[in-house]
């Protein structure tokens, strides 16, 4: 069995993901998803989202992809390619008995990891919010909607989202 790659995202309706380096937004609902989802699984990311987290997210490997040749990071796996990051990912599973890699950001990486993804867990912020980072445009023709969910607006949520889980068809 391969173990499948997926993608975790909350995108407004214009594909913004961030802005300033932070999220431009507060989902209580889909942080708590995030969390049940990429628990105790290896997570990948860019140098701005590792940044923008300001500390290691506990009980997961946290991958941060670089360009920078001497960055080092406490907490981190710091390594300069997605493929680097995919294989130390499936070494971390398969040693942990994780049953799935997750990419979490941010969009360069989103951008590449569309390429070898076999799902997108896909929060949909049901707004058009500014900001200067953005989740890329993807064929929706090559992958199947196999989970909806509405959210409403609510003390705890921002913004109405429509979580999705799409799989590779």
């Not at 802005?19 to 997570?43: E, Y």
Request: some cysteine; charged content about 20%.
């Amino acid at each position: 069995m391969t173990l499948p790659v997926c993608l975790i995202a909350a995108v407004s309706q214009n594909n913004v993901i961030g802005c300033a380096g932070v999220m431009p937004w507060h989902l209580s609902t889909d942080l708590q998803r995030f969390k049940a989802l990429t628990l105790n699984k290896p997570i990948i990311m860019g140098r701005k989202t590792w940044d923008s987290l300001g500390r290691p997210l506990p009980d997961r490997t946290n991958i941060v992809i670089t360009r920078n040749p001497t960055l080092a990071s406490e907490g981190a796996v710091v390594v300069h390619s997605l493929s680097q990051a995919h294989h130390i990912a499936k070494q971390v599973a398969f040693q942990s008995g994780a049953d799935a890699v997750f990419i979490i950001g941010g969009g360069e990486i989103f951008q590449q990891g569309l390429q070898i993804a076999d799902k997108i867990f896909f929060t949909e912020i049901l707004a058009f919010i500014e900001g200067d980072s953005f989740f890329p445009v993807f064929d929706k023709e090559k992958w199947t909607i196999i989970k909806t969910q509405y959210i409403p607006e609510g003390d705890k949520d921002d913004y109405p989202t429509r979580f999705m889980i799409y799989e590779r068809k």
